[in-house]
């Protein structure tokens, strides 16, 4: 307990130290341009939502290469195929499975996003 008082108090005598004596902030090292793009990346794709329809998806994205079924993919944001998320849907007027019980390969743009995950970065897979 003690050890922790005692980290505290040198904190607060760093802080009161460097706001007493003027201390600027060490200047940001990241690229302003880069953070910006993709904070404004990450806007647009966060436009994209749980129960919205593929053709709405398309809007953002572009499809990925690689395994996929009708019912899951990875699409990749279309101003930078790095970064990518992959989709769950929903099948819309038509049966999930074939008749032996094998997801359906089928896609349409009405189909709807049931699950989405967040945003990753990866290399592009190629057919």
């Known amino acids: 307990m ?5 980290e505290v108090a040198v904190a607060a005598v760093a802080v009161w130290s460097c706001l007493a004596h003027g201390a600027e902030p060490e200047p940001s090292k990241f690229d302003q341009d880069a953070t910006r793009w993709v904070g404004d990346a990450l806007l647009e794709i966060e436009t994209v939502k749980v129960g919205m ?7 953002v994205f572009g499809m ?7 019912l899951r993919r990875t699409y990749v944001y279309r ?15 038509r049966p999930s499975r074939d008749a032996e019980g094998r997801v359906t390969l ?9 699950k989405m995950s967040r945003p990753y970065l990866a290399r592009s897979v190629i057919d």
């Open 106 to 114: 089928i896609e349409s743009d009405q189909d709807i996003i049931t």
């Open 64 to 70: 990925e290469g690689g395994l996929s079924s009708g």
């Open 79 to 93: 101003r930078c195929p790095i970064i990518k998320v992959d989709f769950e849907f929903d099948a819309v007027g």
């Open 53 to 59: 329809t593929r053709a709405q998806l398309l809007t």
């Open 2 to 6: 003690s050890i922790r008082i005692a």
